[in-house]
């Protein structure tokens, strides 16, 4: 019978997440040549089967085992597979593969850890240590009978799989909490005669986040990579599903280190939490259908307010400005006409698209979930839309950045949707303050998106209308929700059609 052993992918390869240091064997470098291999030591069961393991290398390259108990070294699409023989010892042996490239003198050695024959349950080591950055983990385990994998108490932060009757793997995620994490495993026999104890830590060395002090902000550094430094960061609970990140920090990514100010709302949707689309007054008649007539604008703060004194028994947490239009600063013949779509409340009060091929659409569906549509999508799915606004450039498709021609770094808002639409991302980035914040260009606001973790994104309006506004006092007025980013208007905040407001009650 053939054992497989897991072959991680690429991506965790890419990540380091491969041993329990959370470090990658890359091989050795001659300048040249290069072989390396995902696990090194590979772990076996000390029973004779047939075994895989992957390696990584641009270079030809043969194998040959070196120890008598290893052989019918074969290549295979990701690596090789090997049989050994069993082990009739009660002790751990180690055996090797030798890997050379043709016609060069380099070689490269995989280690063959094979577990000892005691006849009773034994595992590699009882005391496994996780770096702070995550990792995985394989143990070899030995044992007569059929064992299980159990904890005494809550591990969120570590997944425990049983590979097969000889591998234990041991995974767990970046540790963002900000203090080690520990916790005890216990592998017991079918017949529940035998137990073995494996203490689990992962450490906390909060250097590598670069500054972050808060748990949001931490996750952010390490999942965006934007990051050099964290000037600061605060996170907070708007309710039960509403997160606000702020978080000023230097980054690279305009090819030299610059500030940035970034603002996002982490919101997951639920009966009691609901993000719906704004107008002026919270009046649907506001809203125009073609440049005939005027569109009522008004700033983010008097569109949430209003919408705060038409909603009795619900509370509007916050929210941004919306969709591009063609205002007076412009085109006043425009009379700020929406380049796209709006629905509100059910109902759809425009369904055209004038702002140009570029339109995209972030939709809530009548079913509850968030959408992000493209015009073609939005033709075939309209009818089933409650809340909907407008955007432009579309940003990350299925988890994937797509690719941009438009480098600029402006002031920007963006809207993603992700966990199958029960997640909303909504970020503003300042911008045009090269002492306070550079703004972004599309590619780095949909590693943003990425980082937070949504899967699908679009840009809304942004420069002088980026404003990102939460509730800060208990009435309807204007002067309870506060803009917390700086909009670049030198007039203050800019009066803008639309916008996104996070709704909570039941």
Not at 79 to 92: H, K, L, M, Y
Request: one cysteine or more; a negative charge.
């Amino acid at each position: 019978m053939k054992i497989f052993l897991k072959i991680l992918s690429t991506l965790f390869l890419c990540a380091g997440i491969i041993s329990c240091t959370g470090e990658l064997d890359n091989g050795e470098q001659d300048g040249s040549h290069s072989i390396g291999f995902p696990e090194n030591p590979v772990i076996v069961g000390y029973s004779s089967g047939t075994y895989q393991a992957a390696v990584i290398s641009a270079d030809e390259w043969t194998a040959e085992p070196v120890s008598e108990w290893i052989y019918d070294v074969a290549r295979t699409a990701e690596g090789i597979e090997f049989t050994v023989e069993a082990n009739g010892s009660e002790d751990f042996r180690d055996g090797s593969i030798l890997f050379s490239v043709p016609g060069s003198s380099y070689t490269r050695s995989l280690t063959v850890r094979q577990s000892g024959n005691t006849g009773k349950l034994s595992v590699e080591k009882t005391d496994v240590d996780i770096a702070t950055t995550g990792g995985t983990c394989t143990l070899s385990v030995s044992s007569s009978e059929n064992w299980t994998v159990s904890s005494t108490s809550s591990m969120p932060w570590l997944t425990a799989e049983k590979q097969n009757s000889t591998t234990l793997s041991l995974s767990a995620e970046a540790n963002y909490s900000g203090s080690p994490l520990s916790g005890t495993l216990t592998l017991t026999t079918v017949s529940g005669n035998e137990s073995i104890d494996i203490n689990v830590t992962q450490e906390a060395d909060n250097s590598v986040f670069l500054g972050a002090t808060t748990q949001a902000g931490r996750k952010f550094v390490h999942k965006s990579g934007l990051v050099t430094s964290v000037v600061s960061d605060k996170a907070y609970s708007l309710n039960e599903d509403t997160d606000v990140l702020e978080i000023q920090y230097m980054g690279n990514a305009s090819g030299s280190v610059e500030p940035y100010s970034l603002f996002v709302f982490d919101i997951e949707l639920s009966d009691r939490t609901s993000v719906a689309v704004t107008c002026t007054g919270n009046d649907a008649s506001t809203i125009k259908t073609n440049d005939s007539e005027v569109t009522a604008t008004s700033i983010v703060r008097e569109k949430l307010a209003a919408m705060q004194a038409d909603l009795a028994g619900h509370t509007v947490l916050g929210g941004v400005n919306g969709d591009f239009f063609y205002g007076a600063g412009s085109d006043p013949e425009r009379n700020n006409l929406l380049h796209g779509v709006m629905h509100k409340d059910g109902i759809c009060l425009k369904s055209t698209f004038d702002g140009g091929a570029a339109c995209t659409v972030f939709a809530i569906m009548k079913d509850g979930t968030a959408r992000i549509l493209t015009q073609q999508q939005y033709a075939g799915e309209s009818a089933d839309i409650r809340e909907a606004v407008g955007g432009r450039q579309h940003l990350l498709s299925s988890g994937a950045p797509l690719e941009f021609t438009d480098e600029r770094f402006e002031p920007r808002t963006v809207v993603g949707t992700g966990e199958n639409g029960h997640k909303v991302i909504i970020a503003v980035m300042d911008g045009r303050r090269d002492s306070y914040s550079v703004g972004a260009s599309y590619e780095v606001m949909a590693e943003i998106l990425l980082a937070m973790g949504a899967e699908d994104g679009i840009n809304l309006d942004g420069g002088g209308s980026s404003t990102f506004a939460v509730k800060t006092g208990t009435g309807s007025s204007i002067d309870d929700f506060e803009t917390l980013n700086r909009p670049t208007d030198t007039a203050g905040e800019r009066a803008v059609v639309n916008g996104l407001a996070i709704i909570s009650g039941e």
